[in-house]
């Protein structure tokens, strides 16, 4: 079982439930005969501190072989402090990897109008966090899709249903590493 836990763009904001990527995961991971169920446990506006709060429960529910982490650009966006994010994470880390399952994070870019230095030292937190804990980080998730009006909705921040595949499409190799049939 795979468990995403996410914020809205894992939630799929202004998407049909069955077009975002987390559902096109699941219909991938189905027609290429892989036995994982996917869990959507991602909310819209969520924050590492939200996440690290229902994660317990959900890993405790759903017992994952693999967890997704993408999370980051609402703390980003709020300006929190980067040391909070990173405690945020560690503890994340640690309960996915003692409940047995592997995890994954996702790098979260923010806008460089939040000034470099935080945005450069929110970015390098996932390498440094993969580093410490052995966990693949998938980069450029949103950056492929972010500079193409035609692929965001009006509000700018979100993807739009066409965006989608391509979402998977960053995601999947790293994903597909961790995979068994």
Do not use: C
Not at 26 to 49: F, I, P
Not at 50 to 69: C, E, F, S, Y
Not at 129 to 141: I, Q, R, Y
Not at 161 to 176: C, F, G, H, I, S
Request: aromatic share 6%; charged share 20%.
């Amino acid at each position: 079982m795979i468990l995403v836990v996410g914020d809205s763009l894992s939630a799929g904001y202004g998407v049909r439930v069955d077009a975002t990527w987390v559902a096109l995961l699941q219909k991938r991971l189905m027609d290429q005969d892989y036995g994982y169920k996917v869990v959507n446990a991602s909310v819209s506006g969520e924050t590492t501190g939200g996440a690290r709060t229902r994660l317990p429960r959900a890993l405790q529910l759903h017992k994952p072989d693999i967890v997704v982490l993408e999370l980051g650009a609402n703390d980003g966006l709020r300006g929190l402090p980067l040391k909070q994010v990173r405690a945020n994470f560690e503890d994340m880390l640690r309960q996915v990897q003692s409940a047995g399952a592997r995890a994954v994070l996702i790098a979260m870019q923010i806008p460089v109008n939040y000034g470099p230095a935080y945005t450069q030292q929110l970015h390098g937190l996932y390498a440094d966090l993969a580093k410490e804990f052995s966990v693949p980080v998938v980069s450029g998730f949103i950056e492929r899709v972010a500079l193409d009006e035609k692929l965001m909705q009006a509000d700018g921040l979100h993807p739009n249903e066409q965006a989608q595949p391509l979402l998977l499409d960053v995601v999947w190799p790293t994903l597909a590493r961790m995979l068994k049939k």
